[in-house]
């Protein structure tokens, strides 16, 4: 079969494509057969092509302005015959470049790695029977269903089509979505102009249809466009931009301090040898080599720990606008609720029936008030739950461990209702076979399916949909006898209120007829002369980790607003028993209000208001943008194809992962793998703290530069010898950002980090408070390295062990205030000592490493240096421990400060 996969298949009748193919438009593939083409024609996957190559990844880590000075470095000392200097300096950035090839390649993988998770799925039919599979497992011969937000998974041979189209910009690049059809075509038709195919990678924006699979993988036409295809790639963040940006201008400010030190020391009589290593060792000193491995590593660490909490970032701006949030405008089915539909009262033939049972298991009870009752006796119940069974495309499976729904919640929950009254959902189809579909469309909040009535009998039409949809096009209803009798709609409306406040989500069933000889839809409206059959109102009980989750984003100052589709006293019912809405709370906002709203008082009314109901998907993106009109960082969730342009203009997107629509997987930054509120607010904390993390290693790295170019710049200008050489200043900016800095990116987030308000986006990443503290710290580290240094001098030590005593008060200056920065505005003893236990070993690393580099003889060679006594270190210690007392205190005055003001 291999060889007619290449044939033009939208010039054939779909009748002699099934036959190539051999398969069945009903039955679709056996497993067996399925499983075999699978091992025959592989996945259904397009092969990566190749990247950059391990080596030119590790070459363009030199392509970076920092690296540039520290290879002019390597120049300078080569010229001036400072061997070992070269040699270091260079190894430096030798080992810089290798670690930073491969955090790059690690981060392109954990990308890859998301995006497997990320993976596809489709509705095909195998062996008679619809079943969800992920597309990797699509074989040529697969009969697949599309539904509106479906991501075409292969290319197809459409076999029907209802009201489809299909989006197919990504393929050519046309912005209008194409409108198909099941008909044969030219041969000569151009790949745009063939409405009989889908292909793969397009999107289902509306309609349904079912298309059999003739290519898979690289066979497909976007496996052809190699163009489309790019490596993977890791993304720029607007964080990483502002770090590009400040590594710029600190180019050219080290640039200018390393030519005034240089100028300075030749007016002073200097020998230039010596001004130049001094310029070497300033601008290797100003140079905070481990900030863009901290960046990658710490947004990296974040975006796994959201994973493993059910958030996976698609794309890294998210990480860091997520600790801005403000607001989160979330739906209910699924995300503040279980999404574990029961229908739990049926309205028809005026009566009001109620049903025992829960889940999905279809055993239970029927009752009218307090007496049970035989559900086949009221011939008005039945035909409303004989609508809620065929107006559905889910199904009840028996597994192992117990009932399943494979498909909507809210179809099962029909289902289960039905089968209760010992319908059964292949009997009664078999009765009133399907022949067309209305699918259901956001805009006009309806389903609706055309059923043969047999022979000689009328097209029967079953529809179920929400009541300001349905009821105004019902003239007639069912009696308790089941005799047409005039709607009584104000009845109607009344109990569907009282279901509603009950917080039942309620849905009308109703039905239609059309002429015998109908194939289809055709012409006809599906509202025509409606009968109303009845209400069935379902339960979905709120979530019991949405109302710990809503709680702890109100007292971290985000709002949350519920934004659903349902009525709105079944929105307010729910919102009052998770704690969005106080007991006496009445304010809903409703689409139709919300219609007759202008502008300006929509964008006041937004503030205020909480529950939003019966919203559509555009009075979504209107809400998104009156909420930003106000300031605020808003996150929206959506599954749907129409929520797509409300999760493109928020500024987090959240797509459903479970029951979400690719194409509102595609528009968000976030996807939940669970549909839970709770991971949203758990994916906000892990936001703030991996920008909190962020900031706390710029804090803890900058003073180290600060405080070397000023001992280089202060012994300029004094006329003495360089109390830290080039090599050492590598030495110490390297290992301390890999063992101490990083550390850093692995403390949990601090207590109360969701009891403080969402951070301004435009506010500077440090604030004046942390910038005094960066000076303090840097100027506290100048001059005990310059004291020691002068000190060990003066007591008759070499100036090698004089520049290793220098040495060693810096790394230890630095160890000390790495535990002043494990909180910004907190003592260490406040998080516990013992919970970044990374940093711990961190530490243990670097006092080993500096015994090695003090005390034996080749790391004396290779750095300049020489063994050092007891005393010295003592002194080193105090002067170390006297820099986390000093920052501590200033940490105690500044809260003591900010309490008083408050």
């Known amino acids: 079969m291999a060889s007619i996969l290449s044939r033009h298949w939208h010039h054939l009748p779909s009748r002699e494509v099934l036959e190539l193919l051999e398969t069945d438009p009903e039955k679709g593939l056996d497993i067996l057969e399925a499983g075999e083409r699978r091992a025959r024609f592989g996945p259904n996957a397009l092969s990566e092509r190749p990247g950059r190559g391990p080596l030119l990844r590790f070459l363009l880590q030199f ?95 459409l076999l029907h089509a209802h009201q489809l189209k299909v989006d197919e910009s990504a393929l050519t690049g046309e912005s209008l979505p194409a409108e198909k059809h099941a008909g044969t075509l030219k041969h000569d038709t151009l790949l745009a102009d063939r409405r009989n195919m889908a292909y793969s990678s ?131 089915t699924g995300t503040l609720t279980k999404n574990q539909m029961t229908v739990r009262e049926v309205m028809a033939g005026g009566k009001t029936f109620t049903l025992s049972g829960g889940g999905y298991t279809p055993e239970g009870m029927f009752s009218l008030g307090e007496q049970s009752v035989d559900p086949q006796g009221h011939p008005a119940l039945m035909e409303c739950l004989t609508a809620g069974l065929l107006c559905n495309d889910s199904r009840l499976q028996q597994a192992e461990d117990g009932w399943r729904i494979e498909g909507d919640p809210t179809e099962g929950a029909l289902i289960v209702a039905a089968t209760k009254a010992s319908l059964l959902q292949d009997g009664v189809s078999e009765t009133l076979p399907r022949i067309d579909l209305w699918p259901f469309d956001a805009r006009h909040r309806y389903m609706a399916t055309l059923h043969d009535g047999g022979i000689d009998q009328p097209r029967v039409s079953y529809l179920k949909g929400s009541m300001e949809a349905l009821l105004p096009h019902c003239r007639n209803a069912l009696d308790a006898a089941g005799e047409l009798v005039p709607v009584d709609s104000k009845a109607i409306e ?3 209120h009282a279901m509603a406040q009950q917080g039942l989500r309620v849905l009308l069933f109703a039905r239609g007829n059309l002429p015998v000889e109908a194939a289809n839809w055709g012409a006809h409206n599906p509202l025509e002369n409606l009968v109303f059959l009845g209400l069935q109102g ?74 939003f109901a019966r919203v559509s998907p555009e009075q979504k993106l209107r809400l998104v943008e009156a909420l930003q009109n106000h300031g605020h960082v808003v996150a929206m969730t959506g599954d749907g194809v129409n929520d797509a342009p409300a999760l ?43 920008y909190d993390n962020l900031v706390k290693f710029i804090t ?49 987030g601090e207590p109360g980090i969701m009891a403080r308000p969402p951070r301004n986006p435009r506010q500077a990443m440090l604030h004046l408070r942390l910038v005094l503290r960066i000076v303090l710290v840097g100027v506290m580290l100048a001059a005990a390295c310059f004291g020691l240094y002068e000190w060990a001098l003066s007591n008759s030590a070499s100036e090698a062990a004089a520049r290793t005593v220098a040495v060693n008060m810096l790394v230890m200056g630095e160890l000390f205030y790495l535990f002043n920065c494990r909180s910004l505005s907190h003592s260490m003893f406040a998080l516990g000592v013992w919970s970044n236990r990374w940093l711990l070993a961190g530490v243990a690393g670097m006092i080993l490493l500096q015994l090695a580099f003090t005390y034996t003889p080749a790391m004396n060679i290779a750095f300049h240096g020489a063994p050092i006594g007891l005393d010295a270190w003592g002194r080193i210690i105090a002067l170390a421990a006297a820099i986390y007392a000093v920052v501590g205190m200033e940490k105690w005055i500044d809260q003591r400060l900010r309490l008083k003001t408050v």
């Open 63 to 157: 392509h970076q302005p920092l690296v540039y000075i520290l290879l002019a470095a390597c120049l300078v000392t080569a010229l001036l015959g400072e061997w070992v200097d070269t040699g270091v300096i260079f190894g430096v950035v030798l080992v810089n470049a290798l670690l930073g090839s491969i955090q790059e390649s690690r981060a392109i993988q954990a990308i890859k790695a998301l995006a497997r998770i990320m993976t596809r799925e489709a509705t095909v039919i195998r062996g008679g029977r619809k079943q969800v599979v992920e597309s990797l497992d699509l074989v040529p011969g697969d009969v697949v269903s599309m539904q509106p937000g479906d991501k075409v998974a292969a290319d197809l041979r």
């Open 202 to 332: 397009t999107l289902v924006t509306t309609g349904s249809a079912l298309g059999v699979v003739v290519a898979t993988g690289d066979d497909t036409e976007i496996g052809r466009i190699s163009t489309l295809i790019s490596e993977a790639s890791i993304p720029e963040t607007p964080l990483t931009r502002k770090i590009g940006a400040f590594s710029r201008v600190l180019l050219y400010v080290i640039l200018g301090l390393a030519s005034m030190t240089f100028v300075v020391g030749a007016l002073y009589g200097e020998p230039w040898s010596d001004m130049f290593m001094a310029a070497v060792a300033l601008a290797v000193g100003a140079i905070p080599e481990g900030l863009p491995a901290a960046l990658t590593i710490t947004l990296a660490i974040g975006v796994g720990r959201m994973a493993k909490k059910h958030a996976i970032i698609r794309k890294l701006p998210a990480v860091e606008t997520l600790g801005s949030t403000t607001v989160i405008c979330s739906d209910k």
């Open 494 to 496: 009344q109990r569907a």
């Open 538 to 611: 379902m339960s979905d009980p709120p979530r019991s980790d949405a109302l710990t989750a809503v709680a702890a984003c109100r007292a971290a100052g985000i709002q949350v607003k519920m934004v659903t589709g349902d009525h709105a006293a079944t929105a307010l019912a729910i919102a009052r028993h998770i704690g969005l809405a106080p007991a006496g709370e009445t304010r809903v906002l409703s689409g139709e209000a919300i219609a007759r709203l202008a502008d300006a008082e929509f964008i006041d009314a937004v503030e205020t208001t909480t529950v």
């Open 648 to 690: 493109r203009q928020a500024d987090i997107g959240v797509a459903m992962g479970r029951v979400g629509t690719e194409v509102a997987k595609e528009a968000a930054e976030m996807v939940l793998t669970d549909d839970n509120f709770a991971s949203i607010e758990a994916a906000v904390e892990e936001g703030r703290g991996v």
């Open 700 to 748: 803890w790295t900058l003073p180290t530069n600060l405080g070397e170019a000023l001992v280089i710049m202060v012994a300029v200008l004094a006329g003495v010898s360089l109390p830290i050489l080039p090599v050492q200043i590598l030495w110490i900016n390297m290992t301390t950002a890999l063992l101490l800095g990083l550390t850093l990116a692995f403390e949990p």
